[in-house]
Structures are given as C-alpha cells and as structure tokens.
C-alpha cells in the first residue's frame, strides 16, 4: 500500500503560480512513476504531468507543456508540481498517483491515489 497525501492548492489569479506537493508513505516510494491529474466540474479526469522513479523522464499533457514541471525528491518520499502562469482553465482538483505500470497517461494506470487539492485560478 501507498498512502498520498496532496498539498499547495489554493485561489490564484490567471498569470500567477502555484506549487502543488504530494507526499507519500508506505512502500518504496522510488519503486514507483509518480503522476498528477486534475478534473474539473463536469469533466473527466485528465493527465498532467508524470515522472518516473529516477525522476530522468518526465511526460506532460500538452495542455500545461511550458508552464508546468514535474519533479520529486526520493529522499523525502515527495512529488512536486510547479504550476506557472495559470489561467482559468486550469481551475479543477489535482491529484497525485502512483504506479508500478509502464503507461502514465491513463488514470487507469495508477493503483493508489491521494484525496486531491482543490486549484482555483481566476481571471
């Protein structure tokens, strides 16, 4: 088992930045590729960013290439999403997850999930 838990949402104005943190407990956490993902109201969950154990591959959504990055700390058993200037459309719930699988797209690839953090940008 894998227990998240995320961090760092709140309300921002468009073209400001958030960092999101998701910390991690239980088994290896270097064992696992990391992802975030976000859903809006009335929308379907989708893929942001990911990174895999040694943190030398990241992945992005071409959504937030450029203004988002994807990093982690295994000594600390933490994953960070800085989010760089953000628009109204970014609004949703982020949410951390960790997989053993070879995909990082697909929700359906991660096994275990944090509660989510709640992103607000207005314009």
């Known amino acids: 088992q894998v227990q998240l838990g995320e961090s760092g949402g709140g309300l921002v104005q468009a073209g400001g930045s958030l960092r999101l943190s998701c910390a991690a407990s239980?088994?290896?956490?270097?064992?696992?590729?990391m992802g975030w993902f976000r859903q809006a109201p009335g929308k379907e969950r989708e893929f942001v960013a990911a990174?895999?154990?040694?943190?030398?591959?990241?992945y992005y959504a071409d959504s937030v290439k450029g203004r988002f990055t994807i990093s982690r700390d295994n000594a600390k058993n933490t994953v960070a999403l800085q989010m760089n200037s953000l628009k109204p459309e970014d609004t949703a719930v982020y949410s951390c997850?960790?997989?053993?699988?070879?995909?990082?797209?697909?929700?359906?690839?991660?096994?275990?999930w944090g509660q989510g953090t709640q992103v607000t940008v207005s314009s």
């Open positions: 997850a960790a997989t053993r699988r070879v995909g990082v797209r697909s929700a359906y690839e991660y096994d275990y």
């Open positions: 239980g088994r290896t956490f270097s064992d696992y590729t």
């Open positions: 990174i895999r154990w040694s943190g030398s591959n990241t």
